[in-house]
Structure formats: C-alpha cells, structure tokens
C-alpha cells in the first residue's frame, strides 16, 4: 500500500505527492481515499478511492534515475508508430498517453516529432489533435525527467540531447 509522503505519477496529471489517506463519508458509506496533490499545482486535490483497482493501477510509480537513463537510451533506436487511419491514430494517442507506458510514450513523441519535421518541409503543420497529443506526451515526460533529475522544465530536452549525444559517443 501507497504511503503519505510518497510520490507517483497519477494519469496524465504528471507527478504527485500523496499529502494524506483519509475517509469519507459518501452516501451514508466510508470511503478511503489517498489525496494527492500535483506538483504543479499543489491546490488542486484528487480523490483516488484506495478500494479501487483501476483508479489506483493509475497511480504509477516514478522511475529511479537509472531507469530514466536506460530509457533515454532508448530513444535513438524506437520505433516510429504507424497508423492506418486519421480514427486510429487519435485513439491510439488517448490510449498511448493514458496507459502512461514511457517507451510507448516515446515512440509517439518520436513519431510526431518525425511527421511535424516532414509537414514542416511542406509548409505545413500537425493536425489539432497531434499537437495537444505531443504537448500532452512531452509534458508527461519531461515532467517525471524533471523530477527525477532536479531540473527545470526548460532544461530537460536539452539533458536529453547532452545524454543521447555522449551514449552515440560511448558506443
């Protein structure tokens, strides 16, 4: 079981600390719910019933530096996603980014990032929905890489590139 104090990435509201377990009485029924509070934000609350499983399989543990290291390692070789349909691609982004899977949300960035390059070249952009899906994925990660790394927001693409750049150096 989750403890207060400890902190977890909660849906794609980014990182969050637990402030406290507590119950409450819905309905004439006690309920326990962790509270956690972003670290964005820490003003806004959400109520995640410890009861249950799905809302609590949301709350995913952040990574430990070496797994970030590993997975920045990784980004060179994903694989771009493909997609048959406009349809497919808008779920598959919602699923990519509510699962919360880094190396899938990689590869959605990755993809996007390589199409927004191609339609650049063109003199066009992403569509609406690919770009709030990059933005969304971009946040979700750099927001757990700022965390883990104790860096500002701005600073975390940048780390990425520096540690990709000396991994190709080292190999």
Not at 4 to 24: A, F, Q, R
Not at 40 to 65: H, K
């Amino acid at each position: 079981m989750l403890q207060v104090n400890d902190t977890v990435l909660y849906k794609n509201h980014g990182v969050c600390t637990i402030s406290e377990i507590t119950e409450k009485n819905f309905y004439g029924t006690n309920i326990e719910y962790y509270v956690l509070r972003p670290r964005q934000n820490s003003e806004t609350a959400f109520y995640v019933p410890t009861g249950n499983p799905d809302l609590v399989a949301q709350m995913r543990r952040i990574y430990s530096a070496k797994e970030m290291y590993e997975l920045i390692r990784t980004i060179p070789s994903a694989e771009l996603l493909s997609f048959d349909e406009e349809d497919d691609q808008k779920e598959a982004c919602k699923d990519i980014l509510k699962s919360g899977d880094r190396e899938k949300i990689i590869q959605l960035m990755k993809t996007l990032y390589t199409r927004e390059q191609k339609l650049k070249e063109k003199g066009k952009k992403l569509r609406q929905f690919e770009e709030h899906a990059l933005k969304e994925a971009e946040s979700l990660l750099y927001e757990e890489l700022s965390y883990v790394f104790s860096l500002k927001k701005e600073q975390v693409l940048p780390f990425i590139t520096e540690q990709i750049q000396l991994n190709e150096k080292a190999e």
